[in-house]
Every structure is written in C-alpha cells, then in structure tokens.
C-alpha cells in the first residue's frame, strides 16, 4: 500500500551527513529515542496546558517533522554504527507509541475537537504498531504496511492542526475526518496482519 514511508530511504540519505557528526560527538541511538520522546511529550504538554490557544497546533507540525527525523537518526545510528541493543529495541518500539500517546491524545481538549475520535484514532495507532511488532513472533518480519502508518499518521495529524491553528473553524466535518482516519487506521490493522500471516506461512 502506498504510504510516506517509502520516502524513508531518500529522507536517511539527506540526513546522513548529520548521523555521521553525531556519532563522532559520542551520542547514542538510545539518547536520540529519548530526545524524540521528551520532545513529543513538550510538544503534547503545551497543548494540553493552552488548548484554546492556536499557537501549540502551529509549532505541532514543526515538531512532528523534528521527530520523524530523529526517528530516522537513531535507526541509522544503530545500523550503521554498531549501536544496536536490546534496551534500543525497546525504547525503539515504545518509544514510538508513547510518542503518539503523548503528542496526539491532548487534542481532545482542544475546543471543538471530538474527544472520542481522537482516543479511537490513537488507540487504533497503538494496536497497528503492536501488531508490525508481533509479526516478528510468528516468523514474518517486522510490519511497517500502511495506508497509515507512523509517518502517514504525523502528516494527518500535523495537517489538521496547521489548519486548526490557522483558524480553520471545527464543525460538522471534523468527526467525519476522525471517523475516516479510523477507518483507514483499521485498514492498515488488517493489511499488517494480513502480510504478517502470509509471510510467517511461507
């Protein structure tokens, strides 16, 4: 399926200068998981703290592109500088759902913004990168299938909270795009298992 993950490798090639002078600077793979975490948890703290000011939903984007980055970096750092370890896995693979916990779930006190539609679209979040993970438990690798995965879910979300912060009015049509992110969030469930099935069989 289509996703803005395929960009993944063009994206690592740009960055790669950067990944170069950081390990030569002694930082860690498993520092950058954290940073991108804490960051993420800044950024869903502000708007927690001013829900009904426009200014967390415009540095929200900003932020959610700083994380996909840094979530590129520590990968890189791993591979291609003998960082792996077992505590990076995990930070890895928690650090990602905690990240969107963190970041997305204060949307639902922004005014106007359907609570229940963003604890669906973040739970279904959850239970998909679960479930690219556990298709490494029945033989598959790990599952990063969209239509909507980690990256396609920070451009949604990055995308409605620029237009929200530009003052695009919520209405009527707000639940609708939750209760479409869902669905597609729902899609994406499957088709992970789907592939995980098939290739754990082979």
């Known amino acids: 399926m289509p996703s803005i993950y395929q960009l993944k490798p063009a994206f690592q090639n740009l960055l790669r200068p950067l990944v ?3 390990a030569k600077a002694g930082i860690t793979a498993n ?12 950024g869903g ?11 967390p939903l415009l540095c929200l984007p900003a932020i959610l592109f700083i994380r996909m980055a840094l979530n590129a970096v520590d990968g890189m750092l791993a591979r291609e500088f003998a960082m792996k370890s077992r505590l990076g896995a995990v930070l890895n693979e928690m650090g990602d759902v905690a990240s969107d916990s963190a970041l997305y779930l204060p949307l639902a006190w922004v005014p106007g913004v359907p609570a229940a539609g963003v604890v669906a679209v973040v739970a279904l979040a959850i239970m998909v990168e679960m479930m690219g993970v556990v298709a490494v438990q029945i033989g598959a690798d790990r599952r990063y299938d969209g239509p909507f995965g980690k990256s396609d879910r920070a451009f949604a979300f990055g995308l409605l909270a620029l237009a929200l912060g530009l003052g695009l009015k919520p209405g009527p049509w707000l639940p609708w795009c939750f209760a479409l992110l869902a669905a597609i969030s729902l899609w994406t469930l499957i088709n992970r298992a ?4 098939a290739m754990g069989a082979a």
Request: hydrophobic share 55%; charged share 15%; glycine share 10%.
């Open 31 to 42: 520092q950058v998981t954290i940073g991108a975490f804490l960051l993420s948890a800044l």
């Open 45 to 55: 703290a502000a708007i927690a703290y001013r829900p009904d000011q426009s200014w």
């Open 20 to 22: 170069g002078g950081m």
């Open 194 to 197: 789907r592939k995980a099935l």
